[in-house]
């Protein structure tokens, strides 16, 4: 991601489906005014999703993802169908592609299901209208006629997935409710090996330009220059936000009256998982020899020698708990069905998920009985000081029961 690009995870995820050689490539990029997607007469032609980034009208931002057909066959084909199916839980408006002249099959009226199941805003597509003897009407707001080769309706189903895409109106900032213009912010951002090089990490980069978006200002210092920074300052800081993995040294260096998080607690609330990862991270204290634990991290990067998902996390753990467990290990898009073989989910930020994907794997917790929490919440409940990273949050703090309110 270029410094000047929107991350992805917050651009709007619009998701192609349907049959092979429904028509799912040709309508994507018709929609786009690109190629793409590769188009051929041969069923099968998308064997992988593909994700394209990029600007659209009206809509701005948006997250373009064809997928491969749903009825695909076969083992390969099968693992396809999961693929699709996975996209899924990441996608913002489903577009359902249907060959006008074939009409609705089985397995389009299934993933129409799964839409109306996962509460995804959709649209019926029907394509090759081009093709139809005689001119057919949609049956519902939600429903379209177009074509792919003739341009018939392109537009119209342009602006019928803008008016279904998610709007600014309602999202939750990453901090800029919580200050005020004129306010001093302090980042403590340490420089390590995993810091990539030249840059800052993309929950940084996203928390600095919600502050200035605030017109408050944000002071970026190193965890062993933020003692001295403080005291040079001149002005308490509304706030202080800290990589999670030096928080006992931060909490330390910062006067009791002064507001105290974390990047990562701040991205729970933003990604719709702090209540939840609140009230999971008391399962700690319930965790038997041997149990395992699932550590979920939602990006790709290279794995240092002291990684904090696969490394410092387990060691931290261990260290708290005294016992020894089992740890397993996701990244990426991966996250599995069944939760039965896990006893607590410990997830990263999700700086590089859909807040809907976040959702998603929450719900999967909740409904399998698997408490869930992040690596933020978890690190300050091990160190003592989660209530005092959960304070800029009053509402959240009052929602908890007694029970929770005593981590």
């Known amino acids: 991601m270029g410094l000047n690009e929107t991350p992805s995870a917050d651009r709007v995820h619009i998701g192609f489906f349907g049959k092979r050689n429904a028509g799912k490539s040709s309508i994507v990029n018709k929609i786009t005014g690109q190629e793409l997607s590769v188009v051929s007469d041969v069923k099968g032609t998308t064997t992988d999703p593909v994700y394209k980034a990029m600007e659209l009208l009206p809509m701005g931002p948006v997250m373009i993802i064809d997928t491969p057909g749903i009825d695909d066959e076969g083992s390969l ?79 119209a189903l ?75 300052l001149g002005k308490k800081p509304s706030l202080v936000i800290t990589d999670s993995q030096v928080f006992a040294k931060v909490s330390a260096d910062t006067k009791r009256d002064i507001p105290l998080t974390s990047f990562s607690i701040l991205f729970a609330r933003y990604k719709g998982l702090l209540k939840e990862a609140v009230k999971g991270v008391a399962a700690l204290e319930n965790l038997e020899e041997g149990d395992t634990i699932l550590i979920c991290e939602g990006c790709t990067h290279h794995r240092q020698c002291d990684d904090i998902g696969t490394v410092k996390l387990p060691r931290w753990i261990k260290n708290y708990t005294g016992k020894e467990f089992q740890f397993a290990f996701t990244s990426g898009g991966q996250f599995p069905e069944d939760l039965s073989p896990y006893k ?38 091990m160190q003592g000081i989660l209530k005092r990273s959960l304070e800029i949050f009053p509402a959240i703090l009052e929602e908890l029961n007694e029970e929770d309110k005593a981590i």
Do not use: W
């Open 344 to 381: 607590l989910v410990v997830h990263c930020g999700g700086c590089m998920l859909t807040e809907r994907e976040v959702k998603y794997r929450q719900k999967c917790s909740v409904d399998q009985k698997v408490p869930i929490t992040n690596y933020g919440i978890l690190i300050a409940y």
């Open 77 to 155: 084909g099968e693992l396809r169908v999961k693929k699709t199916r996975q996209v899924l839980n990441k996608t913002d408006v489903a577009v359902i592609i249907i060959d006008a002249v074939a009409g609705k099959a089985v397995s389009d009226e299934e993933l129409i299901k799964l839409f109306e199941e996962k509460t995804i805003p959709y649209l019926t597509v029907y394509n090759k209208a081009d093709l139809l003897i005689e001119e057919k009407k949609p049956q519902s707001e939600n429903e379209i006629y177009v074509s792919a080769v003739t341009g018939k309706n392109i537009e």
């Open 158 to 232: 342009k602006e019928k997935i803008a008016v279904l895409a998610p709007t600014e109106d309602n999202k939750l900032r990453i901090v800029g409710d919580i200050i005020h213009p004129s306010d001093f912010v302090v980042l403590v951002v340490p420089i390590d090996k995993a810091a990539p090089k030249g840059r800052l990490i993309l929950p940084q980069q996203q928390t600095i330009r919600d502050i200035l978006e605030s017109d408050a200002t944000a002071i970026v210092v190193k965890e062993y220059e933020l003692k001295e920074t403080l005291e040079n």
